[in-house]
């Protein structure tokens, strides 16, 4: 009798909507073609220490619609320099062998790594060089990742920024304010892009494109003189002024990617507000992108994700990434798919926001 095929798959990085929903896609198909499927729980922190544990039905039922991740995540513990910690000083270790030793222990084909930039590295980093089997899905709110049109969870981030671009339209109005909203995105301007445009602001302010402060309190003196008393901006996280540095708000050691983002709204509208005079409020958006129930487009999308990483494994077509081409789902080299994608300046809904005289600041 032929042995069952065993496969395992890992949640990676920061949570995102539509994760759930890749492991439901991945484990049925294991399941449904006679194979095993174990969960590794959190991240790749669970390969280091073998914590993994066997998927059946029962343990998907109900996850579709829920945010978050069943198996758990992290953006630390990366194996190929792990942090140690002794007398408070960190040193870093090399882990991938234990990774290694537990695949052999269960008895693991390949695992299917969900993940953005840096859980990707990390699982083509295993390909290369550790001679593991791995299929990548490609995973953040961000959709800042190179091959793939779409990422799963921008949709959901990008409804929430919209609805609370919608929000605070109505306190703009009301109060004659200049309203800013910053959003989540890191280096890649995709979610202040698409619900600026979808959220109908007034100024959006991307990292690919470094602003100029008197640009944008022209748009507000302009719209002002046009008796329009209010103004919406979306800021990312990451955008900054022209000869400026990055808003950073922490940095968190033992992190795949160290730093993190943020402050970029409230420095933007201070001095917006030291300039004209008019009162300026940002919101920061957060966490609420990543949260919660995915959309319907994200359900779908991280359910044919799922799907086709199995199903590559199945064929047994290794060190590849799921992605999104023309609509349809393909396999593209991991090792390529590793990596950072920022809007075009000559993206087209760029130049839509230009003709409908949405100020990028420049
Ligand atoms: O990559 C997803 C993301 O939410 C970014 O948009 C954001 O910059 C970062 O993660 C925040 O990371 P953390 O969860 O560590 O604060």
Redesign the pocket.
């Given at each position: 009798m032929s042995k069952v095929r065993r496969f395992a798959v890992l949640t990676g990085?920061?949570d995102?909507p539509g994760l759930n929903a890749v492991i439901r896609g991945v484990v049925k198909t294991f399941l449904n073609n006679g194979c095993e499927i174990y969960g590794v729980l959190n991240g790749f922190n669970g390969l280091i220490n073998g914590t993994l544990v066997p998927m059946s039905h029962a343990s998907i039922s109900g996850i579709l619609q829920r945010g978050g991740t069943v198996l758990g995540s992290t953006?630390r513990d990366n194996p190929f320099k792990f942090a140690v910690e002794k007398d408070g000083e960190i040193t870093y270790e090399d882990r991938s062998a234990d990774i290694v030793a537990n695949l052999q222990k269960y008895e693991i084909e390949a695992l299917v790594v969900i993940g953005?930039d840096g859980s990707l590295n990390i699982g083509a980093q295993l390909a290369r060089e550790s001679g593991v089997k791995v299929v990548g899905c490609p995973k953040?709110?961000?959709n800042d990742l190179p091959c793939t049109e779409r990422t799963f969870g921008f949709d959901t981030a990008m409804a929430m920024a919209t609805e609370a671009l919608d929000r605070i339209h109505t306190t703009a109005e009301s109060h004659h304010r200049v309203m800013a909203l910053e959003v989540?995105?890191?280096y890649a301007g995709w979610?202040a892009l698409h619900s600026g445009i979808a959220g109908g602001a007034d100024v959006i302010l991307l990292p690919e494109i470094p602003y100029k402060i008197e640009s944008v309190i022209k748009k507000i003196e302009d719209r002002k003189a046009a008796g329009k008393d209010f103004t919406i901006i979306v800021v990312a996280?990451g955008a900054k002024p022209e000869g400026g540095e990055l808003s950073v708000a922490r940095i968190?050691k033992n992190?795949f990617e160290q730093i993190?983002?943020g402050g970029a709204g409230e420095k933007l509208v201070r001095e917006i507000e030291e300039r004209t005079g008019i009162e300026s409020r940002c919101t920061v958006l957060g966490?609420l992108?990543?949260g919660g129930t995915p959309t319907a487009f994200d359900r779908v999308l991280s359910t044919r994700y799922g799907v086709a990483a199995a199903e590559a494994c199945l064929r047994g077509e290794y060190n590849v990434m799921v992605s999104l081409c023309h609509d349809k789902i393909e396999t593209v080299y991991i090792q390529r798919a590793a990596g950072n994608r920022q809007v075009e300046l000559d993206n087209e809904i760029i130049k839509a926001g230009r003709q409908l005289g949405i100020s990028f600041g420049d």
């Open positions: 990085g920061g995102c953006n953005g953040t709110i961000d989540m995105g890191r979610i996280e968190v992190s993190r983002l966490y992108q990543r």
